[in-house]
């Protein structure tokens, strides 16, 4: 008993008089790479700032990531290298939808919480699970938004484009469920194998269906790579992603011919800067690098640590996991501006904020 009440809490061990050991499984090699890196850069640039202020109730923040390239057993071997090795206290911003899935029996067993995963999936918001806190919406209120906005201009000929995994699989569930919901059939269904993908063939398939518009299932480099092939075509549908596609790969391997796009949101515009996360990112990115470009993924990342941060700090010296889920449950609203998110005893989900982008000429979001 005395083993398994040691086991229990050894999520504790991460916090120490001088520090707070957070850890983290992402994809950051491979189609995915690019962009999980950005959010890890976005976390680290608040959590050196909060550092070199004097940490949280005097204590460090020491983030670990550890590369799992998108496969689930290497992310729960990550994982439990990082709870049972690392003694990390908390989980931060994983990636996945079938690796957090995964990992949530190992979260239950060590009493360890996983914040702000890199997953939309209803299935992790169905239920509250005790050691899984939200940041982002999810990828239904993601879905809503681009079908309704779909039908409202007069489209009536939508299909869906995914990559066929646990990830794409996740992403075409909702979509169904808002075409459904919106009374707005879908034309088409169309899937790549993500570990040997023939984009002719569903550039192919796409046409023949016809789509004014394509909602992507995908994100990395799948979805620029999947938008080429549909341009070699005579087809010339409306482009819809989801927010985990990212603007910066997108820009960078489509160049003009990105404009148009449209991508779902979870976060405020980086031109609002009277949204105060947005002030404080930009501030923070021209001290540590003047010349350095805003990015859409380094900011969600920074408000994932951004939260994390408000919660640890209200949380008090006295912290562990119990008393910093009590912290959050007890919160109710954190609001920076516009960006809001809320959590009880009822509902660890976090925020619902989804706007609509498109990407103008220059390669910029205009909400």
């Given amino acids: 008993m005395a083993l398994l009440a040691a086991a229990a809490h050894a999520g504790n061990e991460g916090v120490t008089p001088t520090e707070i050991r957070l850890g983290s499984s992402q994809v950051l090699t491979g189609p995915l790479g690019p962009q999980t890196l950005q959010y890890g850069e976005g976390?680290?640039?608040?959590?050196?700032?909060?550092?070199?202020?004097?940490?949280?109730?005097?204590r460090q923040i020491r983030?670990?990531?550890?590369?799992?390239?998108?496969?689930?057993?290497?992310?729960?071997?990550?994982?439990r290298q990082l709870i049972e090795e690392q003694k990390v206290f908390m989980l931060f911003n994983s990636s996945g939808t079938a690796h957090t899935a995964a990992v949530l029996p190992m979260l239950q067993a060590s009493q360890t919480i996983l914040f702000g995963p890199v997953t939309g999936?209803?299935?992790?918001?169905?239920?509250?699970?005790p050691y899984l806190f939200h940041v982002r919406a999810s990828y239904a209120n993601?879905?809503?938004?681009?079908?309704?906005?779909?039908?409202?201009?007069?489209?009536n000929r939508l299909a869906v484009f995914y990559q066929d995994d646990a990830f794409?699989?996740?992403?075409?569930?909702?979509?169904r469920k808002a075409s459904a919901s919106q009374n707005l059939p879908l034309v088409a269904e169309v899937k790549v194998?993500?570990?040997?993908?023939?984009?002719?063939?569903?550039?192919?398939?796409?046409?023949?269906?016809?789509?004014?518009?394509?909602?992507?299932?995908?994100?990395?480099q799948t979805f620029p790579n999947y938008v080429k092939a549909v341009l070699a075509t005579p087809s010339r549908p409306v482009f819809y992603g989801f927010s985990v596609a990212s603007l910066d790969v997108i820009k960078r391997e489509l160049g003009d011919k990105a404009r148009g796009i449209i991508l779902a949101q979870i976060m405020p515009s980086l031109r609002n800067t009277t949204v105060p996360v947005v002030s404080e990112y930009l501030s923070l990115l021209r001290t540590k690098s003047p010349d350095a470009a805003p990015s859409a993924s380094q900011f969600e990342g920074f408000v994932h640590a951004r939260l994390l941060v408000e919660g640890l700090r209200r949380t008090g010296r006295d912290l562990s996991t119990a008393s910093f889920t009590?912290?959050?449950e007890n919160a109710g609203e954190i609001a920076f501006g516009r960006f809001k998110a809320r959590y009880s005893p009822q509902s660890h989900n976090g925020s619902d904020y989804v706007e609509l982008a498109i990407i103008d000429g220059q390669g910029q979001l205009r909400y």
């Fill in 43 to 58: 976390a680290r640039l608040l959590f050196d700032a909060v550092n070199a202020a004097g940490g949280i109730h005097g």
């Fill in 63 to 79: 983030f670990t990531s550890l590369d799992d390239g998108f496969d689930v057993q290497r992310a729960v071997n990550n994982t």
């Fill in 121 to 129: 999936a209803s299935s992790m918001r169905e239920r509250v699970h």
């Fill in 142 to 155: 993601e879905a809503e938004k681009m079908v309704s906005q779909i039908k409202q201009i007069g489209v």
């Fill in 168 to 175: 794409g699989q996740a992403l075409l569930a909702e979509v």
């Fill in 193 to 220: 194998n993500p570990a040997a993908p023939d984009f002719a063939a569903a550039a192919a398939a796409t046409a023949q269906a016809n789509p004014q518009a394509v909602i992507l299932g995908t994100a990395g």
């Fill in 326 to 328: 009590r912290t959050l």
